[in-house]
Each structure stands twice: as C-alpha cells, then as structure tokens.
C-alpha cells in the first residue's frame, strides 16, 4: 500500500506533461522486460512489455524504450494524469528460456500534480 | 473473472506462531509465484512453482514452505512466525515468462508479526 513509496525515488510532474522513469538493469543477458504499475494497496499491473530484440515499443500514452549497451530501460508516459500517480517497477527476465523468474527493479513513485 | 485471489487480506500474528496464506488463480496457468514486498526494496521471490506438484526456492526462502497440490492453487506457510516477516505478500501467476501480460497478481496480503 503506501508505505510501498516510503524511500523510493520520486518523479513529481505536472498534469499534462510527458514522465519519464528510468531503469538500470542488472544483466547483460536478460532478453524479456516489463514495466508494472502498482497503485496504493492494490498488486503491480502490467503496463507493457519488450524483448531484447527491439529497441522501441509504443503501447496506449506508453512507451518502453530499451538500450542494451548501457542496460538501460526507461517508460515514457504521454500527457500524465492524475491517475497515473503510481509506483512504477521495472523486471527483466535474466535466465533466457531456462526458468521463468522475474527480477524486480525496486520502483520509482510518480507523483502527478493537478 | 477472479484472476488471482489471495485470502487472507489482513493478519496479525504473535511471534512463534504459524499460518497459512492462500493463493488461487482461474486461469489455468502453470506458473506461480510468492513474493514479498518492503518498503524500498522492490519484489522479492521467496518460492515459486512451474506446475502441479512442484516448488522451488526464490531470493528469500528462508522461514517459508510452500505446496501446491494443485495447479490452481500455491499455499505459503510460516511454521514459526517473526517479526522479520512482517511484510506485504503478494502472489502470482503466468501461462509463460515472456509471452504478453507477464504476470498476473493478486491484491495482496498484509501481515503483521508482533
């Protein structure tokens, strides 16, 4: 619930504007990632997800940009809404086709303005 | 359309004693997850399933047993209760890692160990 955004990171924006949350992953192997969005006191929700093998991927005011070189992943979040206020996490899978575990990112909450 | 359902909600134990937390899913998916949630420090695995009949251990399994008897449902048990385990639990499930949604969680449980 809340205290899931008690020492995370902190995007605040205002209403309309464009957010960016950045994520570094961890393996330079990990070929699947995921973004979830979580809202106070309720389970992550899936928002999109992107292979290793694309560099862009757009979704409904969403999109995921991958950079393999430096492990980076980041979601852009299109004329931000209060409804978006949010803890944001990024997974990436690191195991190929071997298991299915998800590694977790520990999440940044976006604060959206009015 | 339930999803993922996890009972109880809420809990509060004293020290030393045991529980059970339930997790059931409707959508046939072979794969299952518990994790546990703290402030600032993201999603961690404790125990997760690929099937009927089987288990393995996660990041954090210490303290935890888990069963599933059956491809519904993935039971996670504290036999002796502490107060380290006070903690949001939530479950998990998915068809496979990478196909699209990634997984689907349940609501989530909070437990307090006094």
């Known amino acids: 619930g809340e205290s899931v955004g008690l020492h995370l990171p902190t995007l605040s924006v205002q209403e309309g504007d464009n957010s960016i949350i950045n994520c570094a992953y961890s393996?330079?192997?990990?070929?699947?990632f995921i973004w979830y969005k979580q809202e106070s006191g309720k389970g992550p929700q899936f928002i999109i997800d992107?292979?290793?093998?694309?560099d862009k991927r757009q979704g409904q005011r969403v999109t995921v940009l991958l950079n393999k070189t430096v492990k980076h992943l980041s979601l852009q979040i299109a004329a931000t809404q209060p409804g978006d206020s949010a803890v944001y996490f990024c997974?990436?899978?690191?195991?190929?086709?071997?298991?299915?575990?998800?590694?977790f990112g520990t999440g940044t909450l976006l604060a959206v303005q009015p | 359309n339930a999803g993922v359902t996890q009972t109880p909600k809420f809990r509060v134990l004293k020290t030393g004693q045991s529980m059970t937390l339930l997790c059931a899913q409707d959508?046939?998916?072979?794969?299952m997850y518990w994790y546990r949630q703290d402030p600032g420090m993201g999603l961690r695995l404790i125990h997760y399933?690929?099937?009927?009949?089987?288990?393995a251990k996660g990041e954090v399994p210490d303290g935890y047993n888990v069963s599933r008897l059956k491809k519904q449902n993935f039971l996670l048990g504290l036999e002796s209760a502490a107060p380290s385990q006070t903690s949001v639990y939530f479950c998990?499930?998915?068809?496979?890692?990478?196909?699209?949604?990634?997984?689907?969680f349940g609501s989530g449980t909070r437990l307090t160990v006094v």
């Open positions: 998990a499930s998915s068809p496979y890692i990478k196909g699209p949604y990634g997984y689907t």
């Open positions: 393996n330079s192997a990990s070929d699947y």
């Open positions: 992107i292979r290793s093998n694309m």
């Open positions: 997974a990436e899978n690191p195991y190929g086709g071997a298991t299915n575990k998800l590694i």
């Open positions: 959508m046939n998916h072979e794969y």
């Open positions: 399933s690929v099937g009927e009949g089987t288990t």
